[in-house]
């Protein structure tokens, strides 16, 4: 008797180890694991340095740190320089994320699935681009000491939670553990209703968290969009090019893709603002995109926060008769 139940006791135990074992397996395979750092998540050689790979992609060098001359103009920081009282306003790397959707889902690390963000038909397939925009802006970060992370966007769909594009994208980084050792340095920025307000908007938001202006700004979005930045709304706000930069990641190849993507960034984008560059016209395609995006009607605090750039702020206001919304904005700046 004893026999058999020590022979049973041999068996019941192999079968524990073997069950261990399938489900070690299991875990193996299916990958799971918790989040990390971006290091760990995207397969970096360093968890605590900058990152290689995906975030890396298409990165210029980040400007040089702006500095007065004796005319009061921004020169590199290889210049003479003296005192100047708009060029002492100015200090600091911005660097920001405009926002594109928001999230939907449950869970914040699963930020690649594209069930969890409010989608537009034309966005189908740019999620893990989102994550990708997110990734890159936090190793920019990491790379200066001086810099503040900004992701701009407001909450611009009714039929989504009311939830900004600037707080999911805020919500991604902090659930995947990204922002570890720089949580001071990130912020959201939630009133813009469109690309021209991520800039400017940004720029103040900016203002308000570090008590001054940037020295430098760097952009991070899609490729396909990198015009509009550069020569459109940096133009239209007077900030230098040589402390401008723009990095830019579009999603995977595709030759359809990418010829529609580029053809409706022209046709609805590109060339209204040309044409509206503050999208001032109340009948015009941009104020009608910038009311649909504004369900909750939210409106900014910035000409409070940032008198400096009130004119600026209600340029349309001041020119609601028009026209002359293709003119660029001519008053003072604390860059110009």
């Avoid at 021209?196 to 940037?214: H, Q, V």
């Avoid at 940096?234 to 900030?239: F, N, T």
Wanted: with cysteine; charged share 20%; net charge neutral.
């Amino acid at each position: 008797m004893k026999l058999v139940d020590m022979r049973l006791r041999s068996r019941l135990l192999v079968l524990a180890v073997l069950a261990l074992l399938f489900v070690g397996s299991l875990t193996v395979l299916t990958g799971a694991r918790r989040p990390g750092s971006l290091a760990q998540d995207f397969g970096a050689d360093s968890a605590d340095g900058p990152l290689d790979g995906p975030f890396q992609h298409n990165a210029p060098q980040a400007p040089a740190a702006l500095e007065p001359s004796d005319d009061g103009k921004a020169t590199s920081s290889s210049s003479s320089s003296s005192s100047s009282s708009n060029s002492s306003r100015l200090s600091g790397h911005l660097v920001l994320v405009p926002g594109h959707a928001v999230f939907v889902g449950s869970d914040f690390t699963h930020s690649m699935d594209e069930s969890a963000w409010f989608l537009e038909p034309f966005q189908r397939g740019q999620a893990a681009t989102f994550v990708q925009h997110i990734g890159c802006a936090i190793n920019q970060t990491l790379l200066d000491q001086d810099a503040q992370l900004v992701f701009s966007g407001g909450q611009t769909r009714s039929k989504a939670v009311q939830l900004s594009e600037a707080q999911s994208y805020w919500l991604v980084a902090h659930a995947m553990g990204w922002m570890r050792g720089i949580e001071d340095r990130v912020t959201t920025e939630e009133f813009a209703t469109d690309s021209f307000d991520n800039l400017l908007f940004s720029i103040c938001r900016f203002k308000e968290a570090t008590g001054s202006y940037p020295a430098k700004v760097t952009v991070v979005g899609f490729e396909f969009k990198r015009a509009r930045f550069e020569s459109l709304h940096r133009q239209a706000i007077g900030y230098p090019a040589s402390r401008f930069a723009y990095i830019g990641i579009d999603p995977p190849a595709d030759r359809e893709g990418d010829a529609q993507r580029r053809a409706g960034e022209m046709e609805h984008s590109f060339k209204p603002f040309t044409k509206d560059m503050y999208a001032c016209d109340p009948h015009g395609p941009l104020r009608a995109k910038k009311t649909s995006r504004n369900p909750f009607h939210r409106q900014h605090p910035y000409a409070v926060s940032c008198p400096e750039l009130q004119p600026l702020l209600q340029y349309c206001a001041a020119n609601r008769l028009g026209p002359g919304w293709d003119r660029i904005y001519s008053g003072a700046l604390p860059w110009k």
